[in-house]
């Protein structure tokens, strides 16, 4: 792990990327049984999808206006609890010394 955490530190510097930790401060958080992805598509009639990561019962995915909403409001949640990828820019090394994160969150920047 602490390879991929030198590589993440890495990416950090660059700019069209943003990485953002979850500490384990946080608590409980709608991410804590696995990850998932939020699917947009350029497309005006293309819903949106989420992948969700069930493990070993396999992957799933939801395309229910609800179950998307959800994923939007947890997802917004995560980033809002989470240091922020500037913070983690100036010093990506933090990663790594504080790897007992549960989460993180890699996004191109805006």
Partial sequence: MRDQLHHLCRIAE????????LPDA??????????FA???YQAPGDPSI?????????DV???KPEDVAHYR???????????SAD????????LIRNSTTTRLTIHPST
């Fill in 26 to 35: 946080v608590g409980a958080h709608t991410s804590m049984t696995g990850g």
């Fill in 61 to 63: 995915f939801l395309e």
């Fill in 73 to 83: 409001k947890s997802y917004s949640y995560l980033r809002a609890s989470a240091l």
């Fill in 87 to 94: 913070a983690a820019r100036r010093d990506p090394r933090r």
């Fill in 14 to 21: 660059r700019r069209n990327i943003g990485i953002q930790m």
């Fill in 50 to 58: 989420i992948y969700v990561e069930v493990g070993a019962a396999g």
């Fill in 38 to 40: 939020i699917l947009d």
